[in-house]
């Protein structure tokens, strides 16, 4: 063990397995994922041959495969069906590699539960499971993303045979970029604009088989491919589809909410976007996918700083542990808070997704609206914050960061695109926007609204309440307040283009920026409510809550010093009480650095998991560094065969030309 890791674990004021309780919902919880990942970490066929970064594509792809594969039949073996149990399984087994069939169990299977009927669920559910059936979700087209109601595949109703006809008409309508559709899966949910007596009644999603399931060759009409490699995600095969009259039976269309009755009666469902539904599903659960990206560059790059030494700090002196350097806390412990509120507020979206969806299942569909704007916005919300976090613990690791060998580039690549799939983040931000606009007058007036938005109608003349304390109820009221405060001036600003003469949809386009900052505003303060409530309802002792309120009022207040324009401009906080929180920053820092290494260590992440060279629980950073390098390829042998291919002839050539000086 390093000494200083080793030291800074005794040195913490409270008990880690608290907080690891707190954050995986009780020790139960906590048990099975111990249990999950000691039983992915001791298998030996899961032990992986080289580091995936020096396998090519293909190989990346094949053990992917491999893994997988003989992961869900373990995980089957041992009774484990919880989709959360199974991620933690497949967590520790194969960290480094993106599943082929993460779409299939990710939405794929979610959307034929959830848009499918009975007889469609007794169906396709079994064949799914047992892996004769391996889907994907097929929506966005080469052409259209974000628009989806622009889609081009088109699904006509021929009622002579009763089937439908899909096509895909032009290079744009190709489906593009559906996880596992190139060369793993054999069936998909495409989503289609639907026709059915010659009308185009709106996207809907149809079940279509691709390849055949013996051979896994085409079906007539289909052809399908992997669209290349791709800034990570590479193990995966992201593919492409184009449908040339592919005839699929009228059962194929998922009808729960929608209907094409045999004669091509369309029956619409109550609300045209509950369609839409896995969206939402797997919005809301990338909340908490967003923490554990951010939690784990947090854990690197914090037993990373209190290992590495750099600098001497008095002249002959020791070098100083560079987590004990203000700038690097600045730099780090803030990304430690947000990982903390992301889990929690990660945990209220899933929650929160529940309730609602059972209401929808049982007819009540008033809440689906809202339930939208909270998952699109959480879901833009918090994979900004994860991605531009990991990018600054990478940088917090200095050269090594760089390395493949830090496990934080990995990290990146994969988080990253969550910033643009399952809605591109601008585009769910505009989603918040237009729910909150569409509430507003409700607002003003004190209508009847949800608690959420409630204080989004507060007096906007009122000053903040902060004192030295800076206690935090008024940090959440300054949050409120900003929220308030950007709404309305968005709001004001389309009223003012409006009465200067343009259209409702001209004021709307020339204020999306202003919109964009209120939607942030209003998911910025969700998260800090939510991290401020969990704090404080927290069944755990003094010094434990003592440590997480803490951490939640360093996230608040840096959230404020970060947006401070938003919250002075219109003098809310004074300069006096500016120079409160700037000083509570970095008394914070100071409180939280004892604990810093004990607040990752909670977290409760294997090694194996982490698959990090510089996060190593034991702190040899060196050794692992040196056995890292020694397995690169290049290594193999001592002089490689290029030497002699392009530097030997260089060299000899060059040396005709001047001869060699002696050495
Ligand atoms: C327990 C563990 C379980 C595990 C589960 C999975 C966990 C996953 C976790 C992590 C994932 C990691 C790996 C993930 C792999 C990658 C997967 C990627 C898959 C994809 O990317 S699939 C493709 C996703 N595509 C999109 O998201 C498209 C984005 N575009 C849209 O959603 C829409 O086009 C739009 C919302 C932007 C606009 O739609 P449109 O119909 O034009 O609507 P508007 O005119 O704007 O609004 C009209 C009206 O509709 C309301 N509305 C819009 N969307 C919804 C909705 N989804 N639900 C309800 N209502 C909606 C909107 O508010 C308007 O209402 P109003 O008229 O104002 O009342
Ligand atoms: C790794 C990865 C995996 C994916 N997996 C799947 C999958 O399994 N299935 C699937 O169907 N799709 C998948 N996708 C596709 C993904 O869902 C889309 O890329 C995403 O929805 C964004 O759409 P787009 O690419 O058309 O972006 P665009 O909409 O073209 O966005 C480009 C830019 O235009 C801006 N923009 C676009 N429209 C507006 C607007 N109305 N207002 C303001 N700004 C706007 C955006 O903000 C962005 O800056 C995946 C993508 C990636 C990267």
Redesign the pocket.
Known sequence: MNPDLAQERRRATFDPEQVTSLLYRGPENVRKRRYLQNAAIQDQVLRGSKPWAFQSRIEQYETALQMYIYMMNKLDEMGVTD??ER?YYQEAGAPHYYNPM??HT??FI?SIEKQGTKEQKERWLPMARSLQLIGT?A??EMGH?????GLETTATYDPSSQEFVLNSPTVTSMKF?P?GLGKTSNCCLVMAQLITHGKKRGIHLFFVQIRDLKTHRHMPGVESGDIGPKFGFNSNDNGYLKLSNVRIPRENMLMRYSKVLEDGTYVPPTNQ?IG??T????RA??VT?SARGLSKACVIAIRYSAVRRQTEVSPGGPEAQIIDYQTQQYKLFPLLATAYAMYFTGRYAEDYYEQIASEIEAGNLES??QL??VCAGLKAFSTWACTAGIETCRLCCGGHGYSHASGIPKLYTYYTP?CT????NN?MML?VA??LM?IYPDIKRGGPIHEFVQYLGADLTQKSCMTEEVALGCLLKAFQHRAARLLSDAAARIENLVRSGKSRQEAWDASTVALTWAAKAYCHTFVVRTFSQIVSDAAVDKSTKDVLTALCKLYAIDGIIENLGEFIEDGFFSPHQVSFLKNKLADLLAEIRPNAVALVDAFDYPDKTLDSCLGRYDGQVYPALYEYAKNSPFNEQEVLDSYHKFIKPAQTEQSQRAPMARL
């Open positions: 989709p959360l991620m993460a779409l990710g939405m979610p979700y929506q966005t993303g974000t628009f989806i109601r970029w996880g976007r839409y539904g969206m939402v599903f797997v659960h990338i996918n689906l609206n939208h704007a969550g799939y399952e809605g591109e585009v989603q237009r729910f569409k």
